[in-house]
């Protein structure tokens, strides 16, 4: 799925979705989605480190 930022109108995949602005401030933050889906990829892959490390 392709996502745009709304501020900057840039897009991107959401399997690498990540804000390339995080410092800047930005009206759309709350209801981001590239924000939500950054925690979510985020959470997957320390989960899937827990697992591999209890192996």
Same mark, same amino acid.
Do not use: T, V
């Given at each position: @799925? *392709?996502? *745009?930022?709304?501020? &900057?109108?840039?897009? @991107?995949?959401?399997?690498?979705?990540?804000? $390339?602005?995080?410092?800047? &401030?930005? /009206? &759309? $933050? %709350?209801?981001? @989605?590239? /924000?939500?889906? *950054?925690? *979510?990829? $985020?959470?997957?892959?320390? /989960?899937?480190? %827990?697992?591999?490390?209890?192996?």
């Amino acid at each position: @799925m *392709e996502l *745009e930022c709304a501020k &900057y109108g840039e897009k @991107m995949d959401s399997a690498d979705a990540a804000c $390339r602005h995080p410092g800047d &401030y930005c /009206q &759309y $933050r %709350k209801s981001c @989605m590239i /924000q939500f889906i *950054e925690r *979510e990829n $985020r959470g997957s892959r320390s /989960q899937a480190a %827990k697992a591999e490390k209890k192996d």
